[in-house]
Every structure is written in C-alpha cells, then in structure tokens.
C-alpha cells in the first residue's frame, strides 16, 4: 500500500537560514507524482511544489526546491533564506499511480525564529 | 476568481444531529474530495468523486455521505452515526487528464464542534 511517511514533528529554524524538511514514501508503482503543501495557521493548503517520478531535475519554485532521491523514496522539502511568514505546517503528499487519489504525510510544524 | 468555497467557516451542533457541510467550485474541476483533519494531523481522505453522480469511499467513510448531482459541488453529510465528528474539515478539487502535475486545490475549511 501507498504511505507518505514525514519524520519531524516539529523543526524550528533562524530566519534567513535554509531548512530542509524530510519526507519518504512508498510506493509499488513506477509513476507517481509528489507535492508539498503549506497550511498557516488560519487552516488553508497551499500547493508549493511539485515532482514527478519520471523527471529528471529536482523540481524548484521561488525558494522553496524538492531534493528527490529516488532510489531511497524519498521527496525532502528545502527552504531557502527562511521567512517568519514560512512558520506553519508542512505536509507531503503522493498522488496514487492510476488514480485521482493523493496521500498524505502527517506533517512537519516549521517555527521560523526571528 | 475561481476557486472553491466552504460554508460556514464555524459550525456547532448537538450530539445525534445530522449536519450537512457545503462546499462549491467554479474552477472547472472534476474530481471533488473531502479530508478530515484532527488536531496536529495530517489529512484523512473522507470521500472523493472524480465525475458527476459518481463518488468513492476513502479511508474514514463511515458516518459521512456524500453527494455529487453537479459538477461545482459536493456537500458533505456528517451523520449521527460518526463516533467522533469534531474536527476541521476541508474541501478539494483538481483537474482530470493525463499527467500527474495536478495539484490539489482546497477550500479554506469549516470546523466543526459537535456538543
């Protein structure tokens, strides 16, 4: 079966610092998708990145970029020069090969110190 | 501006009352779906409907129905039958077709407190 495993609770980070926060999947299947959403505290999903199983390049949008291993199944989010305004929950998620069904992990609280 | 409404943003009922939570979209989308999320967890896949009139149970169905009669929309029912309804509950959507760029696009929730 799918799973999107997210290992840190929680992560704090000095701003302007770069953060890299961890996600690992499994999957049987050789086509998938992954994607990193942010949800503030007002309780909205933000879409930030995407990364397909088949691409070539670690995927990147603005400061935020995927490092994808493939070989060791797993998709890391990476902040660059961390913004007080990054503070908020984190969460991996996999689209299900076949399907329009996505898995989610269960996130990573990122706290940005001034 | 498209994207998906959820009302009310803050919902209160009493214990064995059915609730019906609305959600609509006017970006196009075919697939619909409903999450659950609990303090500090991430997202449970209550339902979703990839095309009108069709609907698929997710992992935490049971005491939730759904309905999907048009495109833009697809409410969700939380039935007195569901053990533990308090939660916060959000709404998305995304287009269908080839590829798996599809993000998912999401409401901005109702949270709902049952007494």
């Known amino acids: 079966a799918q799973k999107i495993t997210q290992t840190q609770p929680g992560m704090f980070v000095q701003e302007k610092e770069a953060v890299t926060l961890d996600c690992t999947y499994d999957t049987s299947d050789p086509s998938y998708g992954l994607f990193w959403y942010k949800q503030p505290s007002s309780g909205e999903m933000i879409f930030l990145i995407y990364?397909?199983?088949?691409?070539?390049q670690n995927a990147t949008e603005g400061r935020y970029s995927l490092n994808f291993q493939k070989a060791r199944k797993s998709a890391n989010l990476v902040i660059s020069a961390s913004q007080l305004g990054d503070s908020a929950m984190y969460f991996c998620?996999?689209?299900?090969?076949?399907?329009?069904?996505?898995?989610f992990g269960t996130g990573t609280r990122l706290k940005v110190l001034a | 501006d498209g994207g998906i409404t959820q009302s009310p943003k803050y919902l209160f009922r009493k214990e064995g009352q059915n609730v019906t939570l609305s959600c609509e979209q006017n970006?196009?989308?075919?697939?619909m779906y409903w999450y659950r999320q609990d303090p500090g967890q991430g997202l449970r896949l209550i339902y979703y409907?990839?095309?009108?009139?069709?609907?698929q149970k997710g992992d935490i169905a049971e005491g939730y129905s759904v309905s999907r009669e048009k495109k833009e929309s697809f409410p969700l029912t939380v039935t007195s039958a569901q053990k533990n309804p308090t939660a916060f509950y959000l709404c998305?959507?995304?287009?269908?077709?080839?590829?798996?760029?599809?993000?998912?696009?999401f409401g901005p929730g109702t949270r709902l407190t049952v007494t």
């Open positions: 409907s990839q095309i009108v009139n069709d609907f």
């Open positions: 998620a996999m689209r299900e090969a076949g399907t329009y069904k996505y898995i």
């Open positions: 970006l196009n989308h075919d697939a």
């Open positions: 998305a959507s995304t287009k269908t077709g080839t590829g798996f760029t599809r993000e998912q696009y």
């Open positions: 990364q397909g199983s088949y691409d070539q």
